[in-house]
């Protein structure tokens, strides 16, 4: 008789916002790692404006920084098919204009 193991069921887990939660804009983002941790500072740059201040820091373990990396482009992929690609300049965006996500 072959029995099979019951397979666990997603857990229901409740997310909370608090109200007093701001939402941040982001157009530029720090990446940086140890053998633990990644890092993201999320920043905010201003057209001629030559420093960046940083909103919000993001410190997480590699395993879950993998899992953000495929739930952003499972997002994006279904984005993209409701709205269209998103165009990216091939090069960056040039001298002129240091403004996106480094990696």
Do not use: C, W
């Not at 982001?26 to 140890?34: C, E, L, Q």
């Not at 920043?43 to 953000?68: E, G, H, Q, S, W």
């Amino acid at each position: 008789m072959n029995k099979e193991k019951p397979q666990p069921q997603p857990m229901q887990i409740s997310i909370e916002l608090p109200a007093e939660l701001e939402a941040v804009y982001s157009n530029f983002a720090m990446i940086t790692h140890s053998a633990s941790e990644i890092v993201i500072d999320f920043a905010r740059i201003l057209p001629n404006v030559p420093k960046a201040k940083v909103y919000a820091r993001v410190i997480m373990t590699p395993i879950n920084a993998k899992l953000l990396h495929r739930a952003l482009g499972d997002n994006l992929s279904k984005f993209e098919a409701q709205f269209g690609e998103i165009k990216t300049p091939e090069h960056g965006f040039g001298e002129e204009r240091p403004i996106g996500f480094k990696h």
